[in-house]
């Protein structure tokens, strides 16, 4: 009983994802669960759950961005973008960035990297047992309140005879799932989609999930779509609500997604 009216009174909310209507049919994001933001190349899943970590973070939840595809500074570059609204391509290219550019930059610095309770990481290793270290070490330091991966297939699993691929990524799948329950954290985890809209070598990592987001652009193959600069965030699965479609505007020359409404 007293669960229940504090879920019904708002005093017991999950971190939010950044988007107020994710946030409504999901309830946002809760310890010991998986969220997993599935997108073909290039769509936009790593910038999207970037966006989500920064919003987790802004609310005082210690978050843990865990990168199998980019540099710290790439990560870095892109939460300046999106948090300054700097043209990435500025800040990445010579002599493309202005004197309001840099002084953004000086001023966001500080307030991004020294105060946000997020942490960029790039482990020295692939595994799942090097992802697993870097979140326990989080959580004994001050403790830890979302992990983001970016991404599954990018794992490193062990070659075992007779262990497929699937298999494979199916145990870093239920091994993630398991560290949130241990930690007491929420999971983000990020999956490359096939060209049929499948997520890539496991049907197991739907299983786990407790939230599927798709991510798809209506102008990332037709370019004149009469919906250019909209992406849709594709609830497959909610574990704890309905699925649904929410419809947010792409910014990605500032690298970031944001309500339609704002």
Same mark, same amino acid.
């Given at each position: ?8 009174? /708002? ?6 994802? /950044? ?10 994001? !809760?310890?010991?669960? =998986? ?7 290039? $769509?936009?899943? @790593?910038?999207?759950? #970037?966006?989500?970590? %920064? ?14 595809? *980019?540099?710290? *500074?790439?990560? *870095?570059?892109?939460?300046? @973008? ?6 990435? !391509? !500025? *800040? ?12 953004? $930059? &000086?001023? #966001? ?14 482990? +020295? /290793? ?18 830890? +309140?979302?992990? %983001? ?6 794992? +490193? ?16 799948? &239920? ?8 930690? /007491?954290?929420? %999971? ?36 004149? @779509?009469?919906?250019?600069?909209? =992406? ?25 997604? %944001?309500?339609?409404?704002?």
């Amino acid at each position: 009983m007293a669960d229940l009216e504090d879920i019904q009174n /708002g005093r017991k909310t999950g971190l939010t994802y /950044g988007f107020a209507d994710l946030d409504g049919i999901t309830s946002g994001m !809760h310890p010991g669960n =998986v969220t997993v933001i599935a997108a073909g190349s290039g $769509v936009g899943k @790593s910038t999207l759950a #970037l966006n989500a970590a %920064v919003a987790a973070a802004k609310t005082g939840a210690k978050v843990l961005f865990s990168s199998l595809e *980019m540099s710290r *500074m790439e990560l *870095m570059q892109k939460i300046v @973008s999106a948090e300054g609204r700097i043209a990435l !391509h !500025h *800040m990445t290219h010579q002599g493309l960035l202005t004197p309001e550019g840099w002084e953004i $930059v &000086r001023r #966001l610095g500080p307030e991004l990297f020294r105060e946000l309770p997020l942490r960029v990481h790039r482990p +020295d /290793g692939a595994s799942l047992g090097d992802i697993a270290s870097a979140a326990r070490a989080c959580t004994r330091d001050g403790g830890l +309140d979302l992990l %983001v991966l970016d991404y599954l297939q990018l794992v +490193d699993t062990p070659q075992f005879r007779n262990v497929t691929r699937e298999q494979a990524v199916a145990g870093v799948s &239920r091994g993630l799932k398991n560290l949130s329950v241990q930690l /007491g954290c929420h %999971v983000i985890a990020l999956s490359q989609l096939n060209d049929d809209g499948l997520m890539r070598e496991s049907r197991a990592i739907k299983n786990d999930a407790t939230v599927v987001i798709k991510v798809e652009r209506p102008d990332a193959d037709d370019k004149t @779509s009469p919906r250019a600069g909209e =992406v849709d965030l594709i609830i497959e699965k909610n574990r704890y609500g309905p699925t649904a479609r929410v419809t947010a505007a792409a910014q990605l020359h500032y690298s970031r997604f %944001v309500d339609m409404t704002l």
